[in-house]
């Protein structure tokens, strides 16, 4: 429509722009807004377009970005207080990769502090509301973005996943969540979480524009040395309508560990329907995934607390004023700038790395993880997919979980083992319960993006859900 000309980029932009004056004060998806730069980003859009320039698919387009990602003279503060004044002097690769693109970046989206919680109610400044039930969370770590694009306040956005924070936000919020293979996508510029799990990727509202902007994200990045040197297809060619011949693998311990039943049921619908469009099934036991909880717990708050050493006052960000001297003032810095859940993670890490448990606990958990990867290579031997439920729930209430560690950690169960494997696997939407989103997760081989497009793409053209809108 952009280049057709009927519909100039500014218009678009303002058009996002009143939506989120519109609603924003019910969701509060953003922590930053960029109007000014992004009608200005927008204006230049519309130049090259009346000069007959060609311009790229996401030329024009609001984009909301995770404010864990830096972006050149706009707060990036991870929604901590640590980081409440911190405006970085570069980038993230993905976000300069966008604005070079032609993308619009819109506006900076809340989450859990550092990334770290599956409710965004960990958020330093306020938490975010689900748009299709405002006493619901959103999902974390990436709520913001989630519920941004699901309440029409983004058309798209880019999450992180550590341990599911893109797929499980995006089940609960009723769109498509894209996390894919570690080392596709640079992580340069993306505030470390845990350095091993974090996958920066796609949120949007259907499959076709999750390909478009794996096209323009992905690829090897000089300043990341994790990024891989592969070629990078064009993922707009998987998006075929047709699963005839795929082998699809459907794990049953992930139908396990507190899934609810209709949850269960609507996704097994999902891939009886992939099937009869020509696809075949058959169930799998994968049993380490028992395991995968409490390694990830290990792993995780290990890296995070060494990530997170660097936070002391010094460099940047906040610092605890009126301390008698300096390794108060680091002591009372780290006290007052950070909150529960981070200072939870911290010690739980900072614990398990210590001389006297790095054997019982963390060298164990590696040896874990290696387990994990080992059972996916088995099962993609014999499959090219596999399904699962995204989430063991639909969203839960506000303030439902934040007494109960254990059971908010539990909404990431289906999640974890992707990030732990490092694979791909994309979250789309597969029906509703109590008027809440459920979301299907298809996971693929390292590298193999391609094959969960296409099975995602077929079952979104067999199906309504994706069509859907929040009332608000």
């Known amino acids: 429509m952009l280049k057709a000309r009927k519909v100039s980029s500014v218009e678009l932009a303002r058009a996002v722009l009143e939506r989120i004056s519109a609603v924003e004060d019910k969701v509060k998806a953003y922590v930053t807004i960029v109007g000014e730069s992004a009608l200005e980003a927008a204006n230049a859009v519309d130049e090259k377009i009346a000069r007959g320039e060609e311009i790229s698919p996401l030329a024009g387009i609001p984009t909301a970005i995770k404010d864990n990602m830096c972006t050149a003279g706009v707060l990036t503060t991870c929604s901590s207080k640590i980081l409440y004044n911190y405006i970085p002097p570069y980038s993230a690769t993905v976000v300069k990769r966008l604005i070079d693109s032609g993308a619009v970046v819109i506006g900076k989206t809340n989450l859990d502090e550092f990334a770290m919680g599956s409710s965004t109610e960990n958020s330093a400044f306020f938490a975010t509301r689900n748009p299709w039930n405002l006493s619901k969370v959103p999902g974390g770590s990436s709520g913001g973005s989630a519920a941004a694009v699901s309440a029409d306040e983004a058309i798209l956005a880019l999450g992180s996943d550590t341990g599911g924070s893109i797929r ?5 919020c009723g769109i498509v969540g894209m ?3 570690y080392g596709r996508v640079s992580r340069y510029g993306l505030v470390a979480f845990a350095s091993s799990l974090d996958q920066i990727g796609p949120m949007t509202k259907d499959v076709t524009d999750t390909a478009i902007l794996l096209n323009a994200i992905c690829g090897k990045d000089p300043l990341d040395s994790t990024s891989v040197d592969l070629p990078v297809p064009d993922f707009t060619k998987a998006l075929r309508n047709d699963v005839k011949g795929l082998k699809i693998g459907v794990p049953k ?3 396990a560990q507190g899934v609810r039943s209709e949850i ?18 058959r169930e799998l036991s994968m049993p380490i995934m028992e395991y995968t909880l409490p390694t990830y717990y290990i792993l995780a708050p290990a890296e995070a607390s060494s990530n997170l050493a660097r936070y002391d006052g010094v460099r940047y960000g906040y610092r605890s004023e009126h301390s008698p001297d300096v390794l108060t003032m680091f002591a009372k810095t780290r006290q007052e700038g950070f909150g529960a859940e981070v200072k939870q993670r911290i010690m739980i890490g900072t614990y398990v790395l210590s001389a006297g448990y790095y054997d019982a606990y963390y060298l164990k958990a590696q040896k874990v993880r290696t387990l994990v990867r ?13 399904i699962s439920p995204t989430s063991p729930t639909v969203a839960f209430g506000i303030g439902e979980k934040v007494d109960d560690p254990l059971e908010m950690k539990l909404a990431d169960v ?6 732990l494997a490092g694979i791909p696997a994309i979250s789309v939407p597969c029906g509703f319960s109590e008027g809440l989103p459920i ?3 298809i996971m693929g081989r390292p590298f193999d993006e391609e094959t969960i497009l296409r099975v995602a793409y077929t079952f979104e053209q067999n199906t309504e859900y994706h069509t859907k809108k929040p009332l608000l």
């Open 253 to 255: 311990e992930f139908f």
């Open 414 to 419: 289906c999640t974890i083992p992707i990030n």
């Open 264 to 281: 269960a049921d609507a996704v097994m619908k999902g891939v009886e329907l992939l099937c009869s469009l020509g696809a075949d099934f």
């Open 374 to 386: 080992q059972a996916y290579d088995e099962a993609f031997k014999e499959f090219d997919v596999l």
């Open 439 to 441: 979301g299907m997760q």
């Open 168 to 172: 499980q936000p995006a089940s609960f």
């Open 179 to 181: 996390k894919p293979t």
